[in-house]
């Protein structure tokens, strides 16, 4: 599968399993789970890997061809909530006993909806242009730059959806925790397969252009 494999090529890969993981991380945030005490949506399980994608692709390829990435999914993700609201207004068959289920999963607030787009566009924007101006800076220290630009982006991520799609629903200071702690866990993750992150970047980089 990955022989003979472009950078063109491997970057056409890379959008897809980006645009996946952004589509299945917005079906999975609906569901919180309680991990020591502190809750948090479950789309932490796949939403970091958006940010690593985001890594790969903008130390590879540069912001100009990372950004157009970053709004294809956006439209992608617009595009399968449009296709759920169809589905779900659509009369179901007397013998379909899940329709409410069906909705409950895959129907969304609108605040939560505009606060996730929000959220995604700025966090994922930021990412990358810090990526590209600590690149600037020194061009050796990539762990430098893969942490900080997540840790940041990950970060607004998190400011901008927990408080436009959860003020005034929890106390304030609940808010900010789950602000926090969501930030400090995307951040340790990017830690930990940042040897993955590096690895991913260092074969990418060795593939032949054409």
């Not at 690149?135 to 942490?147: P, S």
């Not at 970060?155 to 900010?176: C, K, N, R, W, Y």
Request: with cysteine.
């Amino acid at each position: 599968m990955f022989e003979n494999l472009t950078k063109m090529e491997m970057f056409a890969m890379l959008t897809g399993t980006y645009t996946a993981c952004l589509i299945i991380s917005n079906i999975i945030a609906g569901k919180t789970f309680d991990c020591f005490s502190l809750i948090l949506p479950c789309s932490i399980i796949v939403f970091p890997l958006i940010y690593i994608l985001n890594d790969v692709l903008t130390e590879i390829y540069g912001y100009e061809k990372v950004k157009k990435v970053i709004i294809l999914g956006f439209i992608i993700n617009v595009f399968a909530i449009v296709c759920y609201n169809i589905a779900m207004a659509l009369p179901a068959p007397s013998f379909f006993e899940n329709s409410h289920a069906y909705s409950v999963v895959l129907g969304a607030t609108l605040r939560l909806l505009i606060a996730g787009f929000v959220a995604y566009f700025i966090g994922s924007f930021v990412n990358a242009k810090l990526m590209v101006m600590l690149k600037e800076w020194d061009e050796e220290k990539l762990f430098v730059r893969c942490v900080s630009s997540t840790f940041f982006g990950e970060s607004l991520d998190a400011l901008i959806f927990i408080t436009l799609g959860f003020f005034g629903t929890m106390p304030l200071e609940s808010l900010v925790i789950m602000i926090a702690t969501q930030a400090i866990v995307k951040t340790i993750y990017e830690i930990l397969v940042y040897p993955v992150t590096r690895t991913a970047i260092l074969f990418v980089r060795k593939l032949p252009e054409n």
